[in-house]
């Protein structure tokens, strides 16, 4: 087992100016679950094969433990990677392809086969052992490409999407057996997704890159109660946060005819008299009348117990889209008139020039 490290990590493709990944600093304690999460492009995978020995390293150091591997081949890393697309060799057994890089390593057929069938009472696979990939439905192959990765014993495991091609109600079920296999292994894995559900439920810690660059790394409820910047904000949870701009008022920030008190430090360091405010959908309390934002139900999403208003008010002069989280059983209908306020201790309020948050702490949800 060990730790890993990014030192101010760079990669630069050729031809381009803008670096892929810009200096991560990242270190990733020992039997950690590290989420890479962004969108499409933001570098999450390109810092994967960086650590993997699959990118060049133009700048910075990266180090597994006390041992720099900026420069080591891949083979001699010590690591194991779960792709997207598992990568199997059709030819092969379930056995033969999970014991296929202890054999290469040279180790002996019979500490091979018992390897083999260890990690396949870990993944439920003994039944499969002498069959071919295309005889397995594909989270049955997934689980050999995990099987593959365990039974090399590595210090640590790197997993680039590779639920992206199940189907959602597998992905759900995979998840949870990843997340309580790593807890049961203790190996340091750092798992890259663009799916945040994914991210929540599965990091111990989150890492949350935009354009090559990290913007904030936190537990899964640090992320979520307290993100740093608007990015982080409007990226972390589903449905995503209502982000909008709206003027401070004498005591706070004004949320149609309510006053959201706002204490003086924030107020302080706003760079204008607008801020960026940020309210989640579960956070929004909605009335038919009274104080608050007026709104025009546009769309209810029924999802059982809760349901989900898509909201339209006018903010700033501007039309505004807002998500509220209502009780699935009884609610507002569409084309209804509503008045939308937030828990007050719930906003979060960001500086609009720089997106960066206003000191402001947030109560977690009981």
């Not at 390897?115 to 295309?134: C, F, I, N, T």
């Not at 430090?265 to 009274?290: C, F, K, L, N, Y």
């Amino acid at each position: 087992m060990a730790t890993v490290t990014f030192d101010k990590a760079s990669r630069v493709y050729p031809g381009t100016e803008t670096p892929a990944v810009d200096e991560l600093d990242l270190h990733i304690e020992d039997g950690e679950f590290l989420v890479l999460v962004g969108p499409s492009g933001c570098g999450k995978s390109t810092s994967l094969r960086m650590l993997a020995g699959l990118e060049e390293v133009n700048s910075g150091r990266i180090l597994i433990g006390d041992r720099e591997v900026t420069d080591v081949p891949p083979k001699d890393r010590d690591i194991a990677m779960v792709f997207q697309n598992y990568a199997l060799y059709p030819h092969m057994t379930v056995a033969e392809n999970m014991g296929f890089a202890l054999k290469i390593a040279g180790v002996s057929k019979e500490e091979r086969a018992n390897r083999v069938l260890e990690a396949a009472k870990l993944l439920d696979l003994e039944p499969y052992l002498s069959r071919k990939p295309k005889a397995l439905s594909g989270g049955q192959r997934q689980r050999v490409a995990m099987g593959r990765a365990i039974v090399r014993e590595p210090q640590v495991f790197l997993m680039d999407e590779p639920l992206s091609n199940l189907d959602a109600k597998l992905r759900v079920q995979t998840r949870t057996q990843i997340a309580s296999l790593q807890k049961r292994l203790g190996v340091t894995t750092v798992y890259v997704t663009h799916d945040q559900v994914e991210a929540l439920t599965m990091g111990d810690r989150i890492a949350v890159l935009k354009d090559g660059v990290l913007q904030q790394v936190g537990t899964p409820r640090e992320l979520y109660e307290r993100p740093q910047n608007v990015f982080v904000a409007g990226f972390i949870g589903s449905p995503a946060m209502n982000i909008f701009e709206t003027e401070l008022v004498s005591g706070g920030l004004a949320f149609g005819t309510a006053t959201i008190p706002l204490e003086k430090e924030a107020i302080d360091q706003a760079s204008s008299s607008r801020v960026t405010v940020g309210v989640r959908p579960e956070d929004i309390d909605v009335h038919a009348s009274g104080k608050g934002i007026p709104a025009t139900v546009e769309l209810v999403e029924e999802l059982g117990a809760d349901g989900y208003l898509y909201c339209t008010a006018e903010i700033g002069g501007q039309s505004t889209e807002i998500v509220a989280r209502v009780d699935g059983r009884d609610h507002p209908m569409k084309g209804d008139k509503v008045h939308l306020t937030p828990i007050d201790r719930h906003v979060h309020v960001f500086d609009v020039a720089s997106g960066q948050r206003l000191n402001r702490e947030v109560v977690a949800s009981k």
